[in-house]
């Protein structure tokens, strides 16, 4: 092989060193092809490369698609050396060429097309033609990395320039913000410098951006010692983000104002701290507002806790939410004790049933609901509230209910009492309704009775003793006496009359007492009595005993309420020493009077025997009872100088224990009995009634008597009578209810004409005369009908008698 | 006519070269070849050269900011060196001329030596020939070749810049055979390719006679 020539060398080299310029492959090309043309051995016929085909004379020797269609083989790859080596001898021949590759470790570019005029020539330059044209590879590839970087350089010029413009948009934009924002932002760097502000500073300030930049933050603040603790403290707060702060801020002006202020770091792309921004907000106005709506606040919440009704608020469920003083005060709890609870914790259990039902429900699908409920204090102590409540339904807030409530306990209990008065009342009224059906009753009845009882004793004396006709006439007698009295009783009862403390013999009146006790307690209850017959005398006042007698029977009758049992009252007579007197300090030695009522029913727990004669103590619902009764009862016998015990045992019954002291004077009406002979006298009496049968039985009764007698059933007739012939009559005896002129109207007329005249005035019953108003009247003697004949000779015979004193002339 | 050639530096390489060099420069980077054009100019001032360059692509004005920022008093150094347009300098009545461009040639060195240079260089950008019609290929390719003749004689130190984005590659491989010396990554090389203008302008006859390319 020959050397090869050293200016053909160089040529090549030169070639190859001015290759770098030719950067578009068409150029390219050209330039190989001319640069290789001296090369002997070597005929260029032209060169394939970057998808251009050059070829440097004038014939046609290849065409552009065998062109491609061999770098389509080559692309696909071959499967070894002598493969590739293959093809390209079969192109060779084909097409009468040789061809180079021009290619490079990363991919093929192209061919060298060329005619070997001699091989060994060629041969010897085939090395620096193919470092050629690797060469020419290098600068395609280089090249396409070129126009790919400068592709992508244009992307990324295009991608930063877009972005640029984003960055100055928003840049723009925050600019618009900063410069826009209402509130003062300030911009200092690390050593506390103001670097920037924004219109809004300076309007707030007063400091335009060329006077505040450079200056100090110190400038700022109205204390200084204030702002030199911030400014320790913002290095390490803005480091953890955000960092509020309130503060008071000096203006140019020097007025001072107070800032909030929200202060942040803001960083570099480093992530380096590069200064500290703070939005800064005059809250002057806020401060104020803030100031008037705490006044406003604080003088509600002095209300809210100054009202003395109640005032809360429930959730949904009925709990207590909130509550104000009153609340807590009323029923004795704290305010923890209260919060979270339903109401139905403190609500009477007769309402707690109907709480959901009616009240929740109410509130809930009405909007409201008010009404009257009792609930119970800590204490135990039972109140009455009248309440008012409200659906609340706030238009970011769950709904609630709020309520208002007054503590009408007072008014319910008085309420109750003015029942239980009305009640009694209506009793006492029925009382005395039948006080006046008594009366009405008890004198025509007393008349009657005068007529069967005065009849009977006429009959009597014209009927030996012994015959069966005067045994008759006996009991017709005791009959007409025994109804008299239950008359006198019925109207004792049913009197209103002051308190007049006289000898009465309890046995009948604790009789009485039962008899009409009975008609007013439950069937299952048994009344037994242990009543000792002899007298029981007491001074005392008999409206007030039978009181205090009822009062401890119902009590007695009211504990035996649900189960029923027995009512046992005795009555007996005592004499206690001061040994025996010693259970109440009050009471002296002497002779008493002891009644006991028993009951069996459910007892009186021990804490309550010592309260239960105090006012107002009852155990029994309000509208049961007033706990009254036996407060009362002790007091009346107290009064009496007695003494009232009880012992008692739940479940065992209780037992009560009068004593009264007992009487010296026998009752008035059991004094003397009678006997002997009627006293007889001589005299003239005028006798007016207006029953006939009366004028006739007592003008009878009166003649057999001895008296001269003249009977009249006019009263005004025998006013007349008497008017014409005054001095004729020694005693005058009328009766009170009469028709034109009453008993009493009579009574002055005749005095009127002869003042000493002695006047003896009877009466079945009325209201309007007693025995001392007739004694005022200036009437001798007083009596009550039915009048036995012995009553009426003794009365008749004192009164002569008394009246034969003052005139001698009298009976003559 | 010089008889003994100066040893002169070109400015972009430390070598020594002997002055009258018909230099082509092929290159397709401006700010290089900027670059490398202010130093083989400025190099000119130190070497007390009267400088022509001639310019298509540069206006005037930035090779007078060149020279300014290689420290070049331009107002004080005005008088040493001249810088025209080429079509306005090669073209008499607006179409090149090789005579008249190598006589221009000749008279500059010559003019520069009486004014009391030392020697002259000159630059020029050729784009102008080719691009706006104003030459063929073989009349540029008959000028490049004779100019070497003509330094003999006359060793204006000349560097033909050519811009291989503008010019055929075909063309540039001629023309590389009519430059001696070649400019390649910044160094002085020999061309190779040279072809002696003898030899060369025979060749070049014949394309001169037929059609243009």
Request: proline share 4%.
């Amino acid at each position: 092989m020959s050397d090869p020539d050293a200016r053909i060398l160089g040529k090549i080299l030169l070639l190859q060193s001015t290759l770098h310029l030719m950067q578009d492959n068409p150029g390219m090309a050209r330039f190989v092809c001319r640069g290789l043309a001296p090369v002997p051995g070597l005929k260029v016929t032209g060169i394939f490369v970057g998808g251009h085909l050059y070829q440097e004379d004038e014939g046609k020797w290849l065409e552009l698609k065998d062109c491609r269609r061999l770098m389509d083989c080559f692309k696909e790859g071959f499967i070894n050396k002598n493969q590739r080596e293959n093809y390209l001898a079969e192109f060779s021949k084909c097409h009468q060429m040789d061809c180079l590759t021009i290619e490079s470790a990363l991919d093929l570019y192209g061919f060298l097309f060329f005619q070997t005029t001699c091989s060994e020539t060629f041969n010897s330059y085939r090395p620096y033609i193919e470092n050629t044209l690797n060469l020419v590879a290098l600068i395609i590839e280089n090249n396409i990395q070129k126009a790919l970087l400068h592709q992508n350089q244009e992307n990324l010029e295009q991608a930063i320039e877009a972005r640029s413009r984003e960055l100055k948009q928003s840049e723009e934009r925050y600019r618009s913000l900063f410069e826009s924002l209402r509130d003062a932002i300030l911009v200092v760097d690390p050593d506390k410098t103001i670097i920037s502000c924004n219109p809004a500073f300076s309007d707030l300030f007063g400091y335009s951006a060329d006077e505040i930049q450079g200056l100090k933050t110190k400038v700022l603040y109205a204390d200084e010692r204030q702002g030199a603790a911030l400014g320790e403290r913002l290095e390490k707060e803005t480091d953890k983000g955000n960092f509020f702060h309130t503060l008071q801020y000096r203006k140019k002006s020097g007025a001072c104002f107070p800032g909030e202020t929200n202060f942040f770091s803001f960083r570099d792309t480093k992530g380096e701290k590069v200064g500290i921004i703070g939005i800064i907000r005059d809250i002057t106005q806020r401060r104020q507002s803030e100031d008037a709506l705490r006044r406003s606040e604080q003088r509600f919440r002095d209300l809210f806790n100054s009202i003395s009704d109640l005032i809360f608020t429930q959730d949904l469920e009925g709990r207590l939410t909130s509550i104000n003083p009153a609340v807590k005060k009323l029923f004795g709890y704290t305010e923890e004790e209260l919060l979270g609870r339903r109401v139905t914790d403190f609500l009477d259990p007769q309402y707690q049933a109907d709480f959901d039902s009616e009240y929740l429900a109410g509130v809930w699908q009405n909007g409201h609901c008010k009404g009257v409920s009792s609930f119970f204090r800590k204490d135990g102590s039972r109140i009455f509230i009248e309440y008012q409540s409200k659906l609340v339904t706030p238009e970011n807030d769950a709904p609630f209910i709020s309520g208002i409530g007054r503590d009408v306990t007072e008014q319910n209990l008085a309420a109750k009492e003015k029942k239980r008065l009305e009640a009694q009342l209506r009793q006492a009224q029925k009382m005395e309704s039948i006080g006046t059906l008594t009366g009405g009753i008890a004198h025509d009845f007393n008349n009657m009775l005068s007529i069967i009882l005065g009849n009977t004793e006429l009959a009597q004396e014209k009927i030996p003793e012994g015959s069966p006709a005067r045994e008759y006439l006996d009991e017709v007698q005791t009959a007409s006496i025994r109804a008299r009295d239950v008359v006198r009783q019925l109207l004792a009862f049913s009197r209103k009359t002051p308190e007049v403390r006289t000898p009465i013999n309890l046995v009948p009146l604790v009789k009485e007492s039962l008899k009409l006790l009975r008609s007013t307690i439950a069937a299952n209850i048994t009344i037994s009595q242990a009543i000792d017959e002899k007298p029981a005398v007491l001074e005392a006042d008999p409206t007030q005993i039978h009181q205090v007698l009822i009062n401890l029977c119902s009590n007695a009758a009211d504990a035996m309420s649900d189960n029923g049992g027995t009512l046992k009252v005795s009555l007996e007579s005592l004499d206690l020493n001061k040994e025996t007197a010693g259970f109440d300090p009050d009471l002296s030695a002497g002779r008493f009077i002891k009644i006991t009522i028993r009951d069996t029913g459910e007892g009186i727990a021990p804490e309550n025997l010592n309260r239960i004669f105090d006012p107002y103590f009852t155990t029994k619902p309000v509208d049961k009872g007033t706990g009254l009764g036996l407060s009362v009862a002790h007091g009346i016998v107290k009064s009496h100088g007695g003494s009232l015990q009880v012992r008692s045992q739940p479940g065992h019954g209780s037992v009560f224990e009068i004593y009264f002291p007992a009487a010296v004077q026998l009752p008035e009406a059991e004094q003397s009995p009678p006997s002997g002979e009627l006293p007889r006298a001589a005299g003239r009496i005028l006798f007016i009634d207006d029953d006939p049968s009366l004028a006739k039985l007592n003008q009878q009764r009166l003649e057999r008597l001895g008296y001269t007698t003249s009977s009249h059933t006019d009263p005004e007739k025998a006013l007349e009578i008497f008017r014409a012939a005054p001095h004729q009559y020694d005693l005058v005896i009328t009766d009170m209810t009469m028709p034109h002129i009453t008993g009493d109207q009579l009574c002055r007329e005749i005095l009127k004409i002869r003042a000493d005249m002695a006047i003896i005035l009877c009466t079945g019953y009325n209201e309007k005369i007693s025995r001392t108003s007739a004694s005022d009247l200036g009437i001798a003697r007083y009596m009550e009908k039915p009048i036995s004949m012995r009553e009426l000779a003794e009365t008749v015979h004192k009164v002569l008698i008394n009246a034969s004193k003052k005139n001698p002339l009298i009976g003559t | 006519m010089t008889e003994k050639k100066r040893r002169i530096s070109l400015g972009f390489t430390g070598a020594m070269f002997d002055e009258g060099h018909h230099i082509i420069y092929i290159y397709n980077n401006d700010a290089e070849r900027k670059r490398t054009m202010a130093k083989f100019l400025q190099q000119g001032f130190l070497e007390n050269e009267k400088l022509l360059y001639l310019v298509a692509d540069i206006p005037p004005a930035e090779i007078r900011r060149e020279f300014l920022k290689l420290g070049v008093n331009v107002e004080e150094r005005q008088k040493d060196f001249d810088i025209a347009p080429g079509h306005h300098a090669c073209c008499p009545e607006a179409y090149f001329s090789s005579d008249f461009m190598l006589d221009l040639v000749g008279d500059y060195y010559e003019n520069a030596i009486k004014e009391g240079y030392a020697g002259a260089r000159g630059a020029g950008e050729m784009s102008w020939a080719l691009l706006e019609g104003r030459s063929t290929v073989p009349e540029l390719m008959d000028y490049e070749a004779r100019l070497n003749t003509i330094l003999k004689d006359h060793p204006l130190t000349t560097v033909c810049q050519y811009d291989v984005r503008k010019f055929d590659s075909a063309l540039i491989m001629d023309l590389l055979s009519v430059h001696p010396m070649m400019i390649v990554r910044g160094q002085l090389v020999r061309n190779p390719v040279y072809v002696e203008p003898e030899i060369f302008l025979q060749q070049n006859q014949k394309r001169m006679n037929g059609p243009h390319e």
